[in-house]
Each structure stands twice: as structure tokens, then as C-alpha cells.
DNA sequence: CCTACCGATCGGTAGG
DNA sequence: CCTACCGATCGGTAGG
């Protein structure tokens, strides 16, 4: 997939726009931080595996931070948009909460390059950009908290502290990333159905 | 607690055997690879904050990745002790989980920080070495799957596959390394309780 | 357990 | 987007 791309033999490549540029830095950089880790996947390394040389990344970002922080930066957005979309939607907390688990799931396995890297390594961004990830993770982890209060209030919900079910049920859905093979026998369709129906059941047969 | 040792301008450090000086450089170690990941951490880091000089290491082991690999070695071995133990034990397979959910836990919530390192760092191991904890770890896992096909066919146990069941519920467990606070609003017995009766009996009340 | 030091890696920059 | 290069860090070793 990375040797897609034009070959360093073949001179420079044509037809990518700057954007595409970006683009490709970032998809290859996922791949390798995903495999690597951060600090063990050198800048060259990711220009190795792109076809040019290192100071071309400067072209496009300032740091090989700056490049992890693309990455997880994308991802806490799109988190943050689709917790507050389900929160706001139509349902019972009860319902929003399936709603939340099921499309929270569905999209770290549909995208687990970038997850493993965001779950993996977002810890190695400088202190200043670490507490801005924090800021905008507790943000969306608040809002189901609030929901899941919600629910217990009504009750609807099992009766625990909002802060431990939530962390839990999120837990037990992100694990997924380290342990999910998207070469194996299940499909991300069936794992999500099935881990989203255990947690709102409980792994005791209700009799 | 890490100056609780003589300080270097004491001159050297009396009275510690060869194995309390390895202890030491491990319960360091764990520190400062949970605080700032493996490769941040420099073995001068590590010295610094015994009060010796870098080579001193070298005496007590043979490299740095031996070092890591001593802490990750000894919480899985703690693992798989004590899945044996519970697999092995009285009760039928749902009241084996549960005991295995809450031991699980418990332990990881005693001890946070080799456990974090563990989760967090395992994968920077030599690629023999890691083979070897993956099977390890895949050796305790099997015990557990084991454990639920057996509670799904007494009809005990929701029936879900039995690899996402354990993961679900271990990863449930595991995830509190990332969130609790042991400085927080609550004590690590009220967490165990509450996450294993949420993942037992789900976040739904049952009517 | 120390001082002194080597060799390699690597992020980043100059200058084009 | 390239060649050439710098400066700093760091794991590991020599020799005691």
C-alpha cells in the first residue's frame, strides 16, 4: 500500500497536490507509529517509506511531533462530534449509551492504525498539547457521564458511580484496538454486536 | 520514597545487599518508565534518582531492556499464578470469572505502577522476548475462555464468543490502569466491586 | 561501583 | 524537495 506511491528512482513525483503530500505523511507515519512506536520509528523512516528524504517532512510540518499530533488530534475530534451528535440525539440515556458504544466501537476498528497510535502514544506529546487532549477527552467522557446519571436517576440504569461505569463500559470497548485482527475470523460487525449486547447485559445468562 | 536511599555526596550506600540494590533499581525503573514511557527514560535518569553513576547498572543487569523486562516478567508471571489458581478452584465457571475479574483488578489497582508498564510498554521488548510474553499471556487467556464456553454451554453465561467475552471483560478490568486515581474520591475496593457487578450484570437494571 | 569515553542514532537546519 | 551537516542524547564498555 505504501509502495503505491512513485518510486525514489523515478525522480520526483507528479500530479500530488501539497495537501496530498500531507495526506500521504500522515497515512505513512500511522502505519509506522502504529508498528513502531513514535520514537522508535525514525523521520527517515517515514520519508524511507514515501520515497524522499527527510527534510521534505519539515516542508509540511514543523516537528515529528507536530505529526503525531495530527494524527490524534483527528481523532479526538471525530470522537468529540459524534459523542456530542448521540448525546443530543433521540432515545432513553439507556439508549444513547448503546448508541454511544456501538458507534464508538464500530469506528476504532474501522480505523485502528490511527486508534492504536491515538491510545498508544498520545502520551508523548508535550506537556501543553497533553493537557489540551485531556481537556477535550474529559469533555466527552463528561457527557456520558452525565448521561449515564441520567439513566440511573430515571432508573433505567444499574445504580453505580457514573465516572466508574462509564470508564468501564468506554474500557471494555477501546480495548478492542489491542486485541482485534482484522484478518481473523470475526467480523467488526459481529465483535461490535457483541460486545455492545454483553455490556448491557452482563456476561450472567439473566435466567 | 526514592530519597529515602543514602545520598550520593554521603559517599557510597552501605548496608544494602546485591539483591536489595536490584530491587531498588527496579522499583525505580518502574517509576520513571510509568511517569515518562521506556524511551524516555535514560539509565542516567534511573542512577540519578538511586544517587549512583550509570555503569553501576550494568553490574545488576545486562542491559536496559533487561531491566524492563524484568518488571514485565514478573506481573505476568503473578498473572498466570493466580489464574491457575482461581481456574483451578471451587464454584461454577461464572462464579470463577467473577473471582477472576476481582482479583484481576484488585491487583492491578495495588499495584499501578509495574502494571502500567506492563501495559504500556511490553510491546518495546526484543521481538523473541515479546513472543514469549504474548504466549504467556495467550496461555492465561485460554484459561478464561475455557472457563466461559464451559459457563455458555451450562447455560450459566451469556452466549457470546468466548474470546470477546474474556476480552471485553478482562480489557474492562485491565482499563482502570488508565483512570483511577488512587489520590481520588474512590478507594480501590469500591471500584472492584462496582465494575464487576456492572460487567456481571450489565448496564441495564434488570426490571 | 566510578571516571572517561566511544559509536551510533536522530531531530532539525543551512543553503540551494 | 535534495545534499550535507551539526549538536545532543544515550546505550554500552574499558579499565580500574
Known amino acids: ?8 528512482r523515478q525522480g520526483h513525483t507528479r500530479g500530488r497536490t501539497g495537501n496530498d503530500r500531507r495526506t500521504q505523511i500522515i497515512k505513512v507515519a500511522t502505519e509506522l507509529f502504529r508498528e513502531k512506536g513514535y520514537y522508535a520509528t525514525s523521520l527517515d523512516d517515514i520519508a524511507d517509506r514515501i520515497g524522499f528524504t527527510k527534510p521534505a517532512i519539515y516542508y509540511y510540518f514543523k516537528s515529528k511531533e507536530d505529526v503525531l499530533f495530527a494524527i490524534v ?9 459524534r459523542f456530542h451528535a448521540i448525546a443530543a440525539g433521540p432515545g432513553s440515556p439507556g439508549e ?12 476504532i476498528l474501522r480505523n ?6 491515538f491510545y498508544n502514544e498520545r502520551g508523548l506529546l508535550s506537556p501543553e498539547r497533553e493537557r489540551e487532549m485531556r481537556k477535550r477527552e474529559r469533555e466527552y467522557t463528561e457527557i456520558m457521564q452525565r448521561l449515564y446519571a441520567e439513566g440511573v436517576a430515571t432508573g433505567e440504569l444499574l445504580d453505580v458511580d457514573p465516572t466508574v461505569a462509564t470508564a468501564t463500559l468506554l474500557g471494555a470497548a477501546i480495548w478492542t484496538y489491542r486485541w482485534y485482527d482484522p484478518e481473523g475470523r470475526l467480523s467488526a460487525d459481529e465483535v461490535v454486536e457483541q460486545i455492545t449486547r454483553l455490556l448491557l447485559n452482563g456476561y450472567r445468562r439473566p435466567a
Do not use: Y
Open 1 to 8: 500500500m505504501a509502495e503505491a506511491t512513485t518510486d525514489k
Open 96 to 107: 444513547r449509551i448503546h448508541a454511544l458504544l456501538v458507534e464508538h466501537t464500530r469506528t
Open 73 to 81: 488530534n483527528s481523532i479526538v475530534d471525530e470522537a468529540l462530534e
Open 112 to 117: 485502528l492504525d490511527a486508534n492504536t497510535v
